[in-house]
């Protein structure tokens, strides 16, 4: 797995296609609920960030 990618200042398409590899290597031995916790914790990192509140299920 890619290790560590770098975004550019411009943010371009190739930046798109270096975050959508890793995140699919990242992702390839999971199972979708598995995929799903780690999107929802790294959710809740940003919302604490920007600190907002956060809707419970």
Do not use: C, W
Request: avoid cysteine; hydrophobic fraction near 30%; charged fraction near 35%.
């Amino acid at each position: 797995m890619t290790e560590d990618y770098k975004i550019s200042e411009r943010f371009d398409v190739d930046d798109i296609r270096r975050i959508r590899t890793y995140n699919a290597e990242r992702y390839s031995n999971m199972s979708p609920s598995e995929i799903v916790s780690e999107t929802h914790q790294g959710a809740e990192k940003v919302l604490k960030l920007l600190n907002m509140p956060q809707k419970t299920e």
